[in-house]
């Protein structure tokens, strides 16, 4: 399975993904005291987000039998996108509507793609071995999660400005659904 380009595309996915989610997740309540908001509402408002993802994985996952699951990929991403760009405004007009609406698009994204990738990992690689190959393309989540917390507070600490945290966000989770763009086993 290791020399099979769909594991390592499905593991950078895993991979890039988490680190782009963890660099912001990380850092989102401070940001938005920050941003202006008092440490309750940052921390309430994020504490929200572990609701909406419950919507979301299940909206995605809904979706995934309604108009496939590439298309249900890349809207995910396509809204967590859109989530990272309104945080970014957030810093420059802090107000509900924008709390708001970043909670809902970026928060409900947050693993959302993680059964949809579970899913194609097994219409891939199929078998008795199939749980290991998985368990090993998981890893991939684990490593990005604690590489993109560590980097993001390091970006932030290095730079004093959550600019390049964000875009160093944005990058990596356009890096997580390329290879749902251009691997072959992904796309169909």
């Known amino acids: 399975a290791m020399r099979h380009h769909a594991f390592w595309a499905l ?3 895993f991979f890039f993904t988490a680190v782009g989610m963890y660099a912001i997740s990380a850092q989102i309540v401070a940001y938005l005291i920050d941003a202006g908001f008092s440490p309750f ?3 309430t408002a994020w504490g929200f987000s572990g609701v909406v993802l419950t ?3 299940v909206s995605v996952s809904t979706l995934d039998g309604i108009i496939g699951r590439r298309p249900s990929v890349l809207m995910s991403y396509a809204i967590s996108i859109v989530g990272i760009f309104f945080l970014w405004l957030i810093q420059w007009y802090p107000n509900y509507f924008l709390l ?3 909670v809902i698009t970026f928060g409900s994204m947050i693993g959302s793609r993680g059964p949809l990738i579970t899913a194609t990992a097994m219409k891939i690689f199929r078998g008795e071995r199939v749980g290991t190959i998985y368990g090993t393309i998981t890893i991939g989540s684990g490593l990005g999660s604690s590489f993109g917390s ?3 507070g390091l970006i932030h600490d ?3 400005s959550y600019d390049a945290l964000l875009l160093f966000a944005l990058v990596a989770v356009i890096l997580g659904l390329i ?3 251009v691997i072959r086993a ?3």
Do not use: C, D, N, V
Request: aromatic residues 20%; without cysteine.
């Open 186 to 188: 992904l796309r169909e």
């Open 179 to 181: 290879p749902f763009l």
């Open 150 to 152: 560590w980097a993001g």
């Open 100 to 102: 708001a609406t970043f």
């Open 55 to 57: 919507f979301g994985m």
């Open 41 to 43: 509402q940052a921390a």
């Open 11 to 13: 593991f950078s996915t």
């Open 158 to 160: 290095m730079t004093g």
